[in-house]
Structure formats: C-alpha cells, structure tokens
C-alpha cells in the first residue's frame, strides 16, 4: 500500500488525569486524527476524531465520537467487545507487523486486550493469526463519557480517555520512546448506527475490506 497516514505524537511534561471528556488543556496542542469510512458509497453522518500524546511514563489517547445510536453489551474484561460498538487501538512498538497489541474499548468502558501474533502477508491476506487473550496491560487507565442515551436514537456522542503505561507495551529496547522514534499503528471504529444494529467500520488506515488485521496497511505513529 502507497501512501500510508502518518500521525506525529508530542511529549507532554506532567501526566493527564483520566476522566474520559478529554477536557484537559495539554489535548489543544496535539494533532486530529479523523478516521474514515472503510464502506465505500455507505457513508454514515458521524466523525470520529483522536487524539495521541506522551509523558515519560504512558502514551495517552482521547477519542471523540459522534453516535447517532450507542450501543454495548458486555460487561467483562476481554468479552469481544470487537463484534459491537468500540474504539480499537493496533500498535506496534518494535515496528514489527507481523506481532502487535490490540486494545479496544466500548462506549461503557469494558476493555479487551491481547497480543497479535500474525501469520497474513499481502500475498495470503487470510492467513491465521493468533490473538492471546491471557494478555493485560497492567495499569492502563480508561474512562469514558457518553453523552446521550443508551439503546436509543438521537444526536448523542460518546468519548473515550486513556493512559497505557510504556513499561507494558514492549518492543524496542527503549521502553519509553526518544523523540525521533516510530511505531506502526492503525486506529478503528465500529459504529453501530440504528436498533437493526447495522455496523460502519471506520479506519486510520483504510483498506479496501472489512478486514482490520492486515498490518502491512498500518500508518506510522511518530514521537516528537
């Protein structure tokens, strides 16, 4: 794939406080990442925009999401949260596509993470992959907001704050990154738009199927 997005992350000097709004002032300086449509001619009127920064210890992420229907189920940790509404997080701090975390979240805040060992190439896209559910990222920190009702159509929206602590999202030697390092990366969304629970899937790095574990498409995830 040519062209794949890029997103440059800026070091923060004190750490934000969880609250889910994404309220705290130190979000102002960091970029807009706006996730698109991956259902050509089947746009959904809603944006979902995130934000990324650091601190010596954690990489933060804000999200915003307009919803016009929210919806979640699952009340437990590492329920698949990733058949439902949710924000999903890929990185990959050794820059290696082929092994890569996977971090998801719903509109009540019920995570689901796992470590991605993965088998595909663009040569055999539907190759296995491995997911393991036994991993958890030990004192990531979120919280998320929802403004609206649940189970009901409106204009309504929901955000998602989050703390993931450097020291457990291994790769590179360097736990925490140098300005100057890079991490492959992509950004998702499941959006469920109506009671028939039909889904959009929006993407960072958009491919030409529903399909997000295909690692040779992620973006670069830049430190300042």
Same mark, same amino acid.
């Given at each position: 794939?040519?062209?794949?997005?890029?997103?440059?992350?800026?070091? *923060?000097?004190?750490?934000?406080?969880?609250?889910?709004?994404?309220?705290? #002032?130190?979000? #102002?300086?960091?970029? $807009?990442?706006?996730?698109?449509?991956?259902?050509?001619?089947?746009?959904?009127?809603?944006?979902?925009? $995130?934000? %990324?920064?650091?601190?010596?210890?954690?990489? /933060?992420?804000?999200?915003?999401?307009?919803?016009? /229907?929210? =919806?979640? @189920?699952?009340? !437990?940790?590492?329920?698949?949260?990733?058949?439902?509404?949710?924000?999903? &997080?890929?990185?990959?701090?050794?820059?290696?596509?082929? #092994? =890569? /975390? !996977? *971090?998801?979240? @719903?509109?009540?805040?019920?995570?689901?993470?796992?470590? +991605?060992?993965?088998?595909?190439?663009?040569?055999?896209?539907?190759?296995?992959? +491995?997911?393991?559910? #036994? /991993?958890?990222?030990?004192?990531? *920190?979120?919280?998320?907001?929802?403004?609206?009702? %649940?189970?009901?159509?409106?204009?309504?929206?929901?955000?998602?704050?989050?703390?993931?602590?450097? +020291?457990?999202?291994?790769?590179?030697?360097? +736990?925490?990154?140098?300005?100057?390092?890079?991490?492959? %990366?992509?950004?998702?969304?499941?959006?469920?738009?109506?009671?028939?629970?039909?889904?959009?899937?929006?993407?960072? @790095?958009? &491919?030409?199927?529903?399909?997000?574990?295909?690692?040779?498409? &992620?973006?670069?995830?830049?430190?300042?």
């Amino acid at each position: 794939m040519n062209n794949l997005p890029e997103y440059y992350c800026t070091k *923060i000097q004190r750490e934000i406080e969880i609250t889910g709004s994404g309220d705290d #002032q130190l979000w #102002q300086n960091a970029d $807009v990442m706006r996730l698109q449509n991956m259902t050509p001619n089947n746009a959904a009127p809603v944006s979902t925009e $995130v934000r %990324m920064t650091y601190s010596d210890t954690c990489l /933060y992420i804000s999200a915003k999401c307009e919803d016009k /229907y929210i =919806y979640a @189920s699952f009340t !437990e940790r590492d329920a698949p949260v990733f058949t439902e509404e949710c924000m999903e &997080f890929f990185l990959s701090p050794s820059s290696l596509i082929r #092994q =890569y /975390y !996977e *971090i998801n979240f @719903s509109p009540t805040n019920v995570v689901f993470d796992s470590l +991605i060992l993965n088998h595909r190439s663009p040569e055999v896209p539907k190759a296995k992959f +491995i997911g393991l559910t #036994q /991993y958890d990222c030990e004192g990531l *920190i979120s919280k998320t907001v929802i403004n609206g009702e %649940m189970d009901t159509a409106g204009d309504f929206s929901w955000s998602l704050e989050v703390a993931i602590p450097f +020291i457990n999202l291994l790769g590179p030697d360097n +736990i925490v990154p140098n300005p100057g390092d890079s991490w492959r %990366m992509n950004v998702y969304r499941i959006d469920i738009a109506a009671e028939d629970k039909k889904q959009f899937h929006y993407a960072w @790095s958009a &491919f030409e199927e529903i399909d997000f574990h295909r690692p040779w498409g &992620f973006g670069t995830l830049f430190f300042k």
